[in-house]
Structure formats: structure tokens, C-alpha cells
């Protein structure tokens, strides 16, 4: 099956690079479950942490509004027409489950569609592992930092992509001078521990 997802994940629209998907699954199976990512997109790193989740007998909650950030938008780097409504809005919701069931892992991953502001405040099922992909602002990553660290259990692990981003590098070292070590991290990806 892995080897399946891993063409899926490999042909969905995503800015993962190789070693990431690999190294992200790997990070979801060695903790408990449930797992959180923010910033799910058309699917690609759901992929690689929802067949953690599966394996492990547990679920992904993947969270985003599907309405794209900033830097998505027409005219940006990261514009993609084809995941243009007819209405002419930014909808990647319909692409995220098309990639859910291509992978056959509608039991393991869990959409949540909403934003970390609407959702966060909400919340309240503890964590094992979150993946940290939405805002690429300060403000959202710090967010998100706050929201999804408070959830998640002692030795959890929070991952974060694009890292070389100074804002999101900002988000994570004050992350650190609260409850949370730094452990190894892969290409893009940081990765903190929480302490207790
Ligand atoms: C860089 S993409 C995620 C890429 C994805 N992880 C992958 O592997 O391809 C960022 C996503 O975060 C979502 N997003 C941005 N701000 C958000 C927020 N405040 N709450 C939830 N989702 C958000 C956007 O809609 C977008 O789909």
C-alpha cells in the first residue's frame, strides 16, 4: 500500500519536497495518535501521515479551509489554476478528498474545514503529533504554534514545513523558550518535542 500512496502522493499538487512525505510518516508513527495537521491543500502530506495514522490504528484530523493563503492567490508564486472554482474561487476541498480516496484513506484521515481561529478555540482532544503547514505569516504559524501546541501530550511532536522562511523560523524559537526541545530536523522541516 505505501508504495501506492507514495505515486499519489508524489502526483498531487504540493510543495513537499521527496524526503519530507518519508520523514513526516515516520515522525507520526513513532507517537500516539490522534494526529493534527493544518494546512492539508490537495493532500500531498496527508498522504505520508495518514497511512501513519492508519497503521497505527488511529486518525489524522486535517484541518484547513481549503480557501488558500496570500501567496496562493492569482498573480502570486504559488497560484494554481486548477484549483479554481467555477465561481472563480480558491477551492481545494474538492481535489483534497479526490486524493483521500485515491489513497483509500477516508477512515484514517478525518477533514476538518475551517480555519486554526474558528477551530483552535474549540478544541479539545489531546494530541500525539501535528504538522504545522498553514499561515506562512508570523502571526498564523505563532498561532497555530500557541493553538496545536497547547493539544498536544508530553514527548508529542510538532513538525513544521518551510522553515527557511524567517517568519515561520521567528514562530518556532520563541515556541522553544516555553515547554519544548528541538530534535533532528529534515530539509525544510523543523521538528520540536514538548517536554511535559
Ligand atoms: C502550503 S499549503 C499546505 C500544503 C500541504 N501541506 C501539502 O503537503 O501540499 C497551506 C494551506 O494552509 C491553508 N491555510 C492557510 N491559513 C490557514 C488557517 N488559518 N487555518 C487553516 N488552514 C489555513 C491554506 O488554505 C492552504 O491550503
Known amino acids: 500500500v505505501i508504495s501506492q500512496r507514495q505515486d499519489i502522493a508524489a502526483k498531487t499538487y504540493g510543495w513537499l519536497n521527496d524526503d519530507e512525505g518519508p520523514f513526516l510518516r515516520g515522525l507520526a508513527l513513532s507517537c500516539v495518535g490522534p494526529y493534527l495537521e493544518v494546512g492539508s491543500y490537495c493532500g500531498k502530506s496527508t498522504v505520508w501521515i495518514g497511512d501513519a495514522a492508519e497503521t497505527n490504528g488511529t486518525v489524522l ?44 484513506l477516508q477512515d484514517s484521515v478525518v477533514p476538518v474545514v475551517g480555519a486554526t481561529e474558528i477551530v483552535g478555540p474549540l478544541w479539545a482532544i489531546p494530541l500525539g503529533f501535528v504538522f504545522v503547514d498553514g499561515s506562512h505569516s508570523y502571526e498564523g504559524c505563532s498561532l497555530d504554534a500557541k493553538t496545536w501546541g497547547s493539544w498536544l501530550r508530553p514527548n508529542g511532536l510538532m513538525a513544521f ?4 522562511i524567517p517568519d515561520i523560523a521567528k514562530a518556532i524559537d520563541e515556541t522553544l523558550e516555553g515547554d519544548f526541545e528541538e530534535v533532528d530536523p529534515c530539509n525544510t522541516v523543523r521538528v520540536i518535542r514538548k517536554c511535559s
Do not use: K, W, Y
Not at 514545513?161 to 527557511?164: C, L, R, W
Open 61 to 104: 484530523f486535517a484541518l484547513d479551509h481549503h480557501q488558500g493563503s496570500p501567496e496562493m492567490m492569482e498573480g502570486s508564486d504559488c497560484f494554481n489554476p486548477a484549483v479554481i472554482d467555477e465561481d472563480g474561487s480558491h477551492d481545494t476541498l474538492t481535489q483534497f478528498r479526490r486524493t483521500l480516496r485515491s489513497a483509500g
Open 161 to 164: 514545513h518551510d522553515v527557511t
